[in-house]
């Protein structure tokens, strides 16, 4: 694989080729994080809430944390696929306890979200009003 494409774009193509290793079973490093007040820093949360641990990166403190995550899980730079795997795994333990259902049943479908036939019609209504107003 060449050196030039991001960690996502190397993971997406180990998906495609079935060589993702990602297994629904693995073990989750996430644990809840309950501690009344407000936090002051960043550094007084413990690894186990972060996604993805090693990193510190994308917090699951509460239920607008977990979705946040799912969102920009496949943003995230500088992840091995394995960490990736780990993060969405934490995720889903993340999102079963705050009560959130995910669509997601693996990291290769974030960010994958094909536009509804609503938005579609939505975007060529407004391409055909702004060349109609274009024309003389």
Not at 11 to 30: E, S
Not at 33 to 47: F, I
Not at 66 to 91: C, M, W
Not at 100 to 128: C, F, M, W, Y
């Amino acid at each position: 694989m060449a050196k030039h494409l991001s960690s996502w774009q190397r993971f997406v193509a180990l998906i495609i080729n079935g060589q993702n290793g990602y297994d629904p079973r693995m073990k989750t490093t996430w644990e809840p994080h309950e501690k009344s007040g407000r936090l002051t820093a960043q550094s007084d949360l413990p690894d186990s809430v972060y996604a993805f641990p090693k990193q510190r990166k994308e917090p699951l403190t509460d239920a607008r944390h977990v979705r946040n995550a799912v969102a920009r899980l496949d943003q995230v730079e500088d992840v091995s696929a394995a960490d990736r795997d780990l993060a969405f795994a934490n995720i889903q333990k993340a999102a079963q306890h705050y009560g959130i259902e995910l669509s997601e049943t693996s990291p290769a479908d974030v960010g994958v979200h094909p536009q509804s036939k609503t938005n579609k019609r939505k975007r060529t209504t407004a391409r055909a009003r702004t060349a109609s107003k274009e024309q003389p």
